[in-house]
């Protein structure tokens, strides 16, 4: 069974942390099945762990030893065959993944234990004792598996009510739904044999060796987190999947009246991260160079740096509560940018801390399993060091310290990231690049098109700002990010062309779309 992951990114702990990865030079039942307790339990919500057998480690560094010592062959098949009885000794039942993964020319057992549903979990304390042996239930601490005792158990029983919502299942989800496509880029990005075996395997079998079903055999249901990943447009399950950017030319307190609405950013959640990006890099980067007087040193600066807005956007699509109908909202006004996202910090986070604005540490994560696949696809690291970077690229730029905001009953996270002080009011700059349909214009548009086009006029709107967003998006990417098909999408294309609403620049692989203003 191929791993979701590379395994050369678990040997040298890239993507994933190291505390959720355990080296074994051989096969020990014991001491093994107390750390598959352990991740199966996942007391911080980290997503669970790897155990890779075959492999030893350096005492002092921890760092897996290259070539591997690997495991015999002959001896694989009466591990697997162990396990099962094993496996039945975990209470509730509990079953690991494994897999047999090649390296350095020696075989090694990779054994996935995802974070449990049915936690407490609870095993033998040796669980090759014929007689039985007493029950404890083990945590993760460090690179260590424990007993949990005392305040602590009494916690890890409490999580028996708390599955983080990206893990629950999803009856409205179908098999359809998934985006083969979307799976496949993933599990190429991140290195697994899998993507492979994307067209000679069936889709449910892929995603149930990932782990993305849940429930009993007669009720088989999808989880949450495979419709963010990997479907067009998870907002049919999760309203106003989306972000929105607004955009205030004098201040939003100078002149709330005066705005003028931006792109309104859809797909699935990696998606919405990238294209969001894309944009604002576009739009809001730009790069200036101070002389100061006296002295022969130029000095290059960015309006914001882009490190500072990819960590606040990534988190705000991560730790966003998908049970709200609200988008993330990013506002720009002439001094800084607001990124906001529904759902505040855990309670395990102080108002001290988030008044000082400098490091957020969470126990508990709303979307453990989310924040996994987006680790994996380096788009965020998820060591609580989102909010330390983003000081320190503004502070190497010359910018103003962020700022962080939450309610009293913890509904909203709000960032505000300063521009640079001698960038200046870019705002009018950015109308200027935005050949966007604005709300402003957005009627008489309407208006105009309801006469010229034998399709729907929504549709063409639709279509203008999918392509503002990205100039180079395709006619089946419209069709999946409207809901249209592709053959209505081509007709409303051909129209807007003929209209001199739109051009095409370049060749049809390598060219892009772009918006005539009148």
Sequence with gaps: MALAINIDDLLNKQRIESNRIEFKKGWNPVSIYHSVCAFANDFDDLGGGYIVVGVDTDDKTGVAIRPVEGIPIEEIDDIL????????????????????????????????????????????????????????FYI??????IIAKGEVLDELRELASRVPFDERGNPDIRLEDISALLLREYLVKVGSKLASEINVRPLQEILEQMDLFVGP????????????????????????????????????????????????????????????????????????????ENDYRSRKFYTYPYQALEESVTNSLYHRDYREWEPVVITVEPDSITIQNVGGPDRSISAADISRCEILVSKRYRNRRLGEYLKELDMTEGRSTGIPTIQNVLENNGSPRATVVTD???????????????????????????????????????????????????????????????????????????????????QTMKQLQELNVIKRVGSTKTGYWEIIAK
């Design 81 to 136: 065959q162990d396990m099962v009885g094993y496996n039945n000794k975990i209470a509730p039942y509990y079953m690991p993944r494994t897999s047999t993964e090649e390296v350095d020319g020696k075989t090694v057992l990779v054994i996935w234990c995802p974070a449990g549903i049915n936690r407490p979990y609870s095993v033998p304390e040796n669980v090759t004792a014929k007689n039985g042996s007493k029950e404890y």
């Design 408 to 490: 009293e009953d913890r509904t909203f996270f709000r960032i505000t990231i300063p521009c640079h002080e001698a960038a200046g009011n870019i705002i009018a700059d950015i109308a200027n690049k935005d050949a966007s349909v604005k709300a402003s214009r957005r009627g008489a548009l309407k208006t105009a098109l309801q006469t010229a086009l034998q399709t729907a006029p929504e549709t063409a709107l639709q279509i203008l700002e999918q392509i503002q967003i990205n100039p180079k998006v395709t006619m089946t990417d419209l069709a999946n990010l409207t809901g249209y098909s592709r053959r209505w999408v081509a």
């Design 140 to 145: 993760r601490s460090g690179t260590s598996s």
């Design 217 to 292: 055999k007669e009720n088989r249901m999808l989880r949450n987190v495979a419709a963010m990943m990997f479907c067009e447009n998870p907002s049919k399950f999760f309203k106003r999947t989306q972000v929105e950017i607004v955009y205030f030319p004098e201040g939003r307190l100078n002149n709330p009246s005066n705005l003028y609405e931006g792109a309104v950013i859809t797909g699935s959640v990696p998606q919405i991260i990238d294209r969001t990006l894309e944009y604002l890099k576009r739009m809001l980067v730009m790069q200036s160079i101070i002389k100061p």
